[in-house]
């Protein structure tokens, strides 16, 4: 913060009495360095907090690694090559072989971008409509108790068993499972975006607006939504990790993506019968799933304290 | 001095009442009488007053007249427009003339929005200029109260209790209202900040001829600030006078106690002071007849029957109480 008052001392000092005579390029050049001056405060406040940093990382490699995946990889991850089943780590197959023989790092790899699609996916699609379903909540009373209910009934079955079974009538298909998943995650998502703009609504500067006389619209996703994204976004990663989890789940119960193509779910399914022969099967996806959803989890604190210009960081 | 006599009124609230309902779960449906029948006038570049205890209801006047919460029955008249029954897109016409400053600072400035944001955002609304303009307006009107031009691109956060005040003052002076409502502007800030705010106050009301409403529980901002000065208690209108005259010669008994608070800078004057008895009544079971009577020393049984109305005593001068009433008791 000592910086920040440093500039304003020199600034009014530059400009003593300064509205006059501050016009055109004199003012787009404070706009700019005013816009410098809040993105390093931004980027300070994002870079002191090491979980987060750490979190950034961990996801940009894991997200690398996916979109590099032919370059890094040179086998095919439905390839088989049933001479070399079950091959333990070598040079050539560093993760090792699986039962029928493909190569466990390109299915790991060509794996994330599903498992990566999959959670990315859900995690924006459910805190959009969370955001939604939440705002119009907490601004129309009758709209609160029907939306609320219908949340409150889908939280009541336990999200997976809701998930294979919304998966056993729609079909397993990567698309199916956005979809189920989407629809199991939504409800928590409506009910903290309620919570929060029902706080907001009562504060003061929507009052203002109203005196402005701005519509509701305005003061919906202009005023309301901003303020109650910091806890939304959080809740995105932790929506995004948690998938992963789920198609994960999904897939280790069958009920996910299907067959051939690998997902870190069906990996994990696969090698689990094999797990004494071939641990590496199990290990490597395991491990992968993990490290992400913590770098995830980590990197959701952070944009919360990138966004927010009041947090100190 | 007082210009403002001769000018037209500006704000005009008729017998306005603002109940708000309360669950008491069985039993008929009570209410919360907070303001109950009040009728105001403010003139052309007038500063109004409102003064009374905590919950008395002059907040809850002052939201009412800016159609933030429905009242329950009344007019309000803006430039003569019976402003109670609009919607819409003319309500939104109107809403330009009467704005609004807030009591805590802190709370009413979206913390997500930038201070030329928030005030280019109120004329946006208004469909007022183009992009170019509204960005000149608003350097302007934050010229005007104080602020540099660097503060356009700064969050409220970053700001200072008296500095964000200023901010709000300028989101309600840039539609260029006839009258602003400033509910409390000052009793959040410190005592040299809450000097500079007045002082800001009041030179806006001779540049720009606007009028105020200033409503505040501090006797002593009141007493400087006002031309005109309304007293409340329980949802009524005690009395309300001139500034000079209120003070000089109070009627009210309730207004006499009131007055009675206020501290004295000299030490060597000794003041009387008149302690009232008993607690504030709720207002969702005032007492009968006049609502002061279960406080006031001069009391009668007349008093708990009969209501008193707002009478002008004397030339701007006007007094609720029956003791001023022809036939009632000797004035004393």
Same mark, same amino acid.
């Given at each position: 913060?000592?910086?920040?008052?440093?500039?304003?001392?020199?600034?009014?000092?530059?400009?003593?009495?300064?509205?006059?005579?501050?016009?055109?390029?004199?003012?787009?050049?404070?706009?700019?360095?005013?816009?410098?001056?809040?993105?390093?405060?931004?980027?300070?406040?994002?870079?002191?907090?090491?979980?987060? @940093?750490?979190?950034? @990382? @961990?996801?940009?490699?894991?997200? &690398?690694?996916?979109?590099?995946?032919?370059?890094?990889?040179? #086998?095919?991850? &439905?390839?088989?090559?049933?001479?070399?089943?079950?091959?333990?780590?070598?040079?050539?197959?560093?993760?090792?072989?699986?039962?029928?023989?493909?190569?466990?790092?390109?299915?790991?790899? #060509?794996?994330?971008?599903?498992?990566?699609?999959?959670?990315?996916?859900?995690?924006?699609?459910?805190?959009?409509?969370?955001?939604?379903?939440?705002?119009?909540?907490?601004?129309?009373?009758?709209?609160?108790?029907?939306?609320?209910?219908?949340?409150?009934?889908?939280?009541?079955?336990?999200?997976?068993? &809701?998930?294979?079974?919304?998966?056993?009538?729609?079909?397993?298909?990567?698309?199916?499972?956005?979809?189920?998943?989407?629809?199991?995650?939504?409800?928590?998502?409506?009910?903290?975006?309620?919570?929060?703009?029902?706080?907001?609504?009562?504060?003061?500067?929507?009052?203002?607006?109203?005196?402005?006389?701005?519509?509701?619209?305005?003061?919906?996703?202009?005023?309301?939504?901003?303020?109650?994204?910091?806890?939304?976004?959080?809740?995105?990663?932790?929506?995004?990790?948690?998938?992963?989890?789920?198609?994960?789940?999904?897939?280790?119960?069958?009920?996910?993506?299907?067959?051939?193509?690998?997902?870190?779910?069906?990996?994990?399914?696969?090698?689990?019968?094999?797990?004494?022969?071939?641990?590496?099967?199990?290990?490597?996806?395991?491990?992968?799933?993990?490290?992400?959803?913590?770098?995830?989890?980590?990197?959701?604190?952070?944009?919360?304290?990138?966004?927010?210009?009041?947090?100190?960081? | 001095?007082?210009?403002?006599?001769?000018?037209?009124?500006?704000?005009?609230?008729?017998?306005?009442?603002?109940?708000?309902?309360?669950?008491?779960?069985?039993?008929? +449906?009570?209410?919360?009488?907070?303001?109950?029948?009040?009728?105001?006038?403010?003139? +052309?570049?007038?500063?109004?007053?409102?003064?009374?205890?905590?919950?008395?209801?002059?907040?809850?006047?002052?939201?009412?007249?800016?159609?933030?919460?429905?009242?329950?029955?009344? *007019?309000?008249?803006?430039?003569?427009?019976?402003?109670?029954?609009?919607?819409? /897109?003319? !309500? /939104?016409?109107?809403?330009?003339?009467?704005?609004?400053?807030? !009591?805590?600072?802190?709370?009413?400035?979206?913390?997500?929005?930038?201070?030329?944001?928030?005030?280019?955002?109120?004329?946006?609304?208004?469909?007022?200029?183009?992009? /170019?303009?509204?960005?000149?307006?608003?350097?302007?009107?934050?010229?005007?109260?104080?602020?540099?031009?660097?503060?356009?691109?700064?969050?409220?956060?970053?700001?200072?209790?008296?500095?964000?005040?200023?901010?709000?003052?300028?989101?309600?002076?840039?539609?260029?209202?006839?009258?602003?409502?400033?509910?409390?502007?000052?009793?959040?800030?410190?005592?040299?900040? !809450?000097?500079?705010?007045?002082?800001?106050?009041?030179?806006?009301?001779?540049?720009?001829?606007? *009028?105020?409403?200033?409503?505040?529980?501090?006797? *002593?901002?009141?007493?400087?600030?006002?031309?005109?000065?309304?007293?409340?208690?329980?949802?009524?209108?005690?009395?309300?006078?001139?500034?000079?005259?209120?003070?000089?010669?109070?009627?009210?008994?309730?207004?006499?106690?009131?007055?009675?608070?206020?501290?004295?800078?000299?030490?060597?004057?000794? +003041?009387?002071?008149?302690?009232?008895?008993?607690?504030?009544?709720?207002?969702?079971?005032?007492?009968?007849?006049?609502?002061?009577?279960?406080?006031?020393?001069?009391?009668?049984?007349?008093?708990?029957?009969?209501?008193?109305?707002?009478?002008?005593? /004397?030339?701007?001068? +006007?007094?609720?109480?029956?003791?001023?009433?022809?036939?009632?008791? *000797?004035?004393?």
């Amino acid at each position: 913060m000592s910086i920040l008052h440093a500039n304003e001392m020199t600034v009014s000092a530059a400009n003593a009495n300064a509205t006059e005579t501050l016009t055109g390029a004199g003012f787009e050049e404070l706009k700019a360095r005013l816009a410098k001056e809040q993105r390093a405060i931004r980027i300070r406040r994002f870079t002191s907090n090491k979980g987060a @940093v750490f979190g950034l @990382v @961990v996801v940009l490699m894991v997200l &690398l690694l996916a979109i590099l995946a032919p370059v890094i990889c040179h #086998y095919d991850p &439905l390839a088989l090559d049933t001479v070399n089943r079950l091959k333990p780590m070598s040079l050539a197959h560093p993760f090792g072989t699986d039962t029928m023989g493909r190569d466990v790092f390109a299915r790991v790899l #060509y794996g994330a971008r599903i498992s990566l699609f999959v959670g990315f996916t859900v995690g924006i699609l459910s805190g959009v409509l969370g955001m939604v379903v939440g705002l119009y909540a907490s601004t129309n009373k009758l709209a609160d108790n029907i939306l609320m209910r219908i949340c409150d009934g889908l939280k009541a079955i336990p999200s997976t068993l &809701l998930a294979i079974t919304l998966m056993a009538v729609l079909g397993a298909d990567i698309r199916n499972v956005i979809m189920a998943l989407t629809i199991v995650s939504v409800p928590s998502m409506a009910r903290l975006a309620r919570g929060r703009a029902l706080v907001i609504r009562e504060q003061t500067y929507i009052e203002a607006m109203r005196c402005l006389g701005a519509s509701k619209l305005r003061i919906m996703w202009k005023h309301m939504a901003p303020n109650i994204i910091s806890p939304i976004i959080v809740q995105v990663t932790f929506v995004f990790a948690s998938a992963i989890i789920s198609e994960a789940a999904l897939s280790f119960l069958g009920a996910g993506v299907p067959a051939p193509a690998p997902s870190w779910g069906n990996i994990l399914n696969e090698g689990k019968s094999v797990i004494y022969q071939a641990w590496w099967i199990v290990c490597f996806p395991g491990a992968f799933t993990a490290l992400t959803v913590l770098g995830l989890n980590l990197l959701g604190d952070g944009i919360r304290d990138f966004i927010d210009p009041t947090s100190e960081g | 001095m007082d210009t403002w006599k001769t000018k037209p009124v500006v704000l005009r609230g008729t017998g306005v009442k603002k109940y708000f309902p309360v669950n008491t779960g069985i039993g008929a +449906k009570k209410y919360v009488k907070a303001v109950d029948g009040v009728d105001i006038e403010i003139h +052309k570049g007038e500063i109004y007053g409102l003064v009374g205890e905590t919950g008395c209801g002059k907040s809850t006047l002052g939201r009412t007249l800016m159609l933030l919460t429905e009242p329950t029955a009344g *007019s309000i008249e803006v430039l003569g427009k019976d402003i109670t029954r609009l919607k819409g /897109k003319e !309500q /939104k016409e109107m809403r330009r003339k009467f704005q609004m400053v807030f !009591q805590d600072p802190y709370t009413s400035l979206d913390p997500k929005e930038k201070v030329g944001d928030i005030l280019m955002e109120a004329l946006e609304i208004h469909g007022i200029g183009d992009p /170019k303009t509204r960005l000149d307006t608003a350097m302007e009107i934050m010229h005007q109260v104080g602020l540099r031009p660097e503060h356009f691109y700064r969050y409220p956060h970053e700001f200072s209790g008296g500095q964000r005040q200023r901010v709000g003052l300028a989101r309600a002076l840039i539609l260029n209202p006839e009258i602003i409502v400033c509910d409390e502007p000052v009793s959040a800030l410190d005592v040299s900040i !809450q000097a500079q705010i007045i002082n800001l106050l009041q030179d806006l009301r001779e540049q720009h001829d606007i *009028s105020f409403l200033f409503i505040a529980h501090d006797m *002593s901002v009141v007493k400087y600030i006002s031309d005109r000065i309304g007293v409340m208690y329980l949802g009524h209108m005690m009395e309300e006078a001139d500034e000079e005259e209120l003070f000089k010669e109070t009627l009210h008994p309730y207004a006499k106690a009131l007055l009675s608070a206020v501290p004295e800078v000299n030490p060597h004057i000794h +003041k009387e002071r008149i302690m009232l008895t008993g607690e504030l009544p709720s207002p969702m079971n005032p007492p009968s007849g006049c609502v002061f009577h279960t406080r006031c020393p001069y009391a009668t049984e007349r008093c708990a029957n009969v209501v008193p109305v707002l009478r002008e005593i /004397k030339p701007g001068h +006007k007094v609720a109480c029956l003791k001023y009433e022809e036939g009632g008791l *000797s004035a004393g």
